[in-house]
C-alpha cells in the first residue's frame, strides 16, 4: 500500500475521536486513541486555539507520524487580545487593539521571525478582523457597540436554533 495523509483543524489539546479526526481515521485502521493522545499532547500549549494537524499513516504496518502546524495569524491574534472573535463589521467596528510589541511577538511565533514583511501579514490580519494597531483602548461606546453586536447575535443564533 502507502502512506495516507489526514489534514485536520483540531482545537489545542482537546482532540477526540469524534469528527473530523475518528471518520478520517478510522478506514485506515490506525489506533485513532493512540493518535488523539498524542496530538493533544503536542497540541496542549495551543489550548483555546484551532491548530492544524497533519496525521501520516503508513497503511502496510499503521503506524503513525504527526505534524503540528502553527494556529492561524487570526487565532494568535484572539488569543493575544483574550477575544472569542473578530468584528463582524471591520473598518466600522473596532473590537480591539494590539501594540506593536505584541505584533512582533505574533509574527515571531507564526512565521518564526518578525520580518517587516511578516508585521504587515499579521497587522492585515488583525485590520481585516477590527482590530487595529496601537490606536489606543477601546472607548466606552465602542465597548458598547461591541455588547450590543454580540447581544443581536445570541438573539439571532437563539431564535435560529428554536426554529431548527
Not at 58 to 65: G, L, Q, S, V
Not at 95 to 111: C, H, P, S, Y
Not at 140 to 157: A, G, P, V
Request: aromatic share 2%; glycine share 10%.
Amino acid at each position: 500500500m502507502g502512506k495516507e495523509k489526514v489534514e485536520v483543524m483540531v482545537e489545542g489539546g482537546k482532540a477526540t475521536a469524534a469528527p473530523p479526526l475518528g471518520p478520517a481515521l478510522g478506514p485506515l485502521g490506525v489506533d485513532i486513541n493512540k493518535v488523539v493522545n498524542e496530538i493533544n499532547a503536542r497540541t496542549k500549549d495551543m489550548a483555546g486555539m484551532k491548530v492544524p494537524v497533519k496525521v501520516i499513516v503508513d497503511t502496510a504496518t499503521k503506524e503513525f507520524e504527526i505534524e503540528v502546524g502553527t494556529p492561524p495569524v487570526s487565532a494568535l491574534i484572539k488569543k493575544e487580545l483574550g477575544i472569542d472573535k473578530g468584528s463582524g463589521l471591520a473598518g466600522k467596528v473596532r473590537v480591539g487593539d494590539l501594540t506593536m510589541e505584541q505584533v512582533r511577538k505574533i509574527a515571531k511565533i507564526k512565521f518564526g521571525s518578525d520580518d517587516e514583511s511578516y508585521v504587515r501579514q499579521v497587522i492585515g490580519s488583525a485590520r481585516s478582523a477590527g482590530i487595529t494597531v496601537e490606536a489606543g483602548p477601546l472607548t466606552e461606546e465602542e465597548k458598547k457597540e461591541i455588547e450590543k453586536m454580540r447581544k443581536s447575535l445570541e438573539e439571532t443564533k437563539s431564535e435560529s436554533n428554536k426554529q431548527g
